[in-house]
């Protein structure tokens, strides 16, 4: 699978590069966002505005995968979905436990959010 990762203060930006995301992919996906979660910065936005299509085994890994980085205390929030993916997720029921930005910018907000979340409430790992 090709991924694209861009490392800032808070967070990593990782983006899918490929067009469809199927279950036999997602392993690698789930191996390379997983890594962050031991390194010092361990938040990550995933950028799938290059998916076009995502495989029901895909999409659930990766909500599986989101609240594994919220047990940890840190922020996996995706990003740039296509219509017809949104609209996938949304009728697989995953789309209202995932955290979805439209755009890379909303979801730097929102992992800075949470960032100051845990910093006050102290579920900070």
């Not at 469809?20 to 031991?38: H, I, P, R, W």
């Not at 995706?78 to 909303?106: A, Q, W």
Request: net charge negative.
């Amino acid at each position: 699978m090709k991924i694209k990762s861009d490392t800032k203060e808070k967070f990593h930006v990782v983006t899918v590069l490929e067009p469809v995301l199927a279950a036999n992919m997602t392993e690698g996906l789930s191996g390379s966002l997983l890594f962050y979660l031991g390194e010092p910065v361990k938040n990550v936005i995933l950028n799938l505005g290059n998916v076009d299509t995502i495989d029901e085994a895909s999409a659930t890994s990766l909500a599986q995968i989101q609240q594994k980085f919220y047990d940890a205390g840190c922020s996996l929030v995706f990003c740039n979905l296509k219509p017809g993916v949104e609209e996938f997720l949304d009728k697989k029921e995953l789309l209202e436990i995932m955290n979805v930005t439209p755009t890379e910018s909303e979801a730097w907000d929102i992992v800075q959010m949470e960032e100051i979340e845990r910093e006050l409430y102290g579920g900070e790992n």
